[in-house]
């Protein structure tokens, strides 16, 4: 037995931590909400979403479309998700009717990228993005601006009820994708002399897009 192996055995037999801990009955949330009905919800994520600086808009899919296709303007590129991973079918194929073509997921010269969201917060105006085949992490985190397709009914009052059903179904977040990414607002950064810098880590731009 090789010395990886002795200390791999050793932690195996080493006493779990926190097993006797008591389950907390009723967690308390960092941002409390009274009215959790789903318009009060999407009232909320859109009010959220908006104060951290991105741009929503609540559209039927035509309308989608002709925004997508505003926002790329004179571009022949784009980052993408797999259409099956989009809450908008045929979306790659319009795109490629209309003239613009899905890069591959590692074009660092496409300017925009569009994925679908896992879940998005009420209580934050965050997006939850969960990477994978099909979900290019890239496409949310490489282009200048980010275009996030949703519904509704994906909006989740706050982090701790996304915890929540995580844990109920054994955490696919962490065990079944490559990559979970909360998405807060466009990227910035006051790191340096205090002065905001937009897209120093991630898309200058987000837009969000709720499907009706």
Same mark, same amino acid.
């Given at each position: 037995?090789? $010395?990886?192996?002795?200390?791999?055995?050793?932690?195996?037999?080493?006493?779990?931590?926190?097993?006797?801990?008591?389950?907390? &009955?009723?967690?308390?949330?960092?941002?409390?909400?009274?009215?959790?009905?789903?318009? &009060?919800?999407?009232?909320?994520?859109?009010?959220?979403?908006?104060?951290?600086?991105?741009?929503?808009?609540?559209?039927?899919?035509?309308?989608?479309?002709?925004?997508?296709?505003?926002?790329?303007? $004179?571009?022949?590129?784009?980052?993408?998700?797999?259409?099956?991973?989009?809450?908008? $079918?045929g979306l790659p194929g319009i795109l490629e009717s209309l003239g613009v073509a899905v890069s591959p997921h590692d074009d660092g010269d496409a300017r925009l990228g569009i994925t679908g969201v896992t879940a998005a917060l009420a209580a934050t105006g965050s997006l939850i993005l969960e990477s994978g085949p099909g979900r290019f992490r890239s496409a949310s985190l490489l282009p200048d601006a980010h275009i996030a397709l949703m519904r509704a009914e994906q909006i989740l009052p706050d982090l701790e009820s996304w915890e929540e059903a995580q844990r109920r179904e054994g955490y696919p977040a962490f065990t079944r994708s490559s990559n979970t990414t909360i998405v807060s607002g466009p990227s910035k950064t006051a790191d340096i002399a205090h002065q905001l810098v937009k897209g120093a880590h991630g898309p200058r731009e987000v837009h969000v897009m709720i499907l009706a």
């Amino acid at each position: 037995m090789d $010395g990886r192996e002795q200390i791999l055995g050793k932690l195996r037999k080493a006493r779990q931590p926190f097993i006797d801990v008591t389950p907390i &009955a009723d967690r308390r949330r960092m941002i409390p909400m009274e009215d959790l009905s789903p318009a &009060a919800r999407l009232r909320r994520f859109i009010s959220e979403a908006e104060a951290l600086g991105c741009r929503v808009y609540q559209v039927t899919a035509s309308e989608a479309i002709e925004q997508i296709m505003e926002l790329i303007g $004179g571009d022949k590129t784009v980052l993408s998700w797999d259409e099956a991973e989009l809450p908008m $079918g045929g979306l790659p194929g319009i795109l490629e009717s209309l003239g613009v073509a899905v890069s591959p997921h590692d074009d660092g010269d496409a300017r925009l990228g569009i994925t679908g969201v896992t879940a998005a917060l009420a209580a934050t105006g965050s997006l939850i993005l969960e990477s994978g085949p099909g979900r290019f992490r890239s496409a949310s985190l490489l282009p200048d601006a980010h275009i996030a397709l949703m519904r509704a009914e994906q909006i989740l009052p706050d982090l701790e009820s996304w915890e929540e059903a995580q844990r109920r179904e054994g955490y696919p977040a962490f065990t079944r994708s490559s990559n979970t990414t909360i998405v807060s607002g466009p990227s910035k950064t006051a790191d340096i002399a205090h002065q905001l810098v937009k897209g120093a880590h991630g898309p200058r731009e987000v837009h969000v897009m709720i499907l009706a």
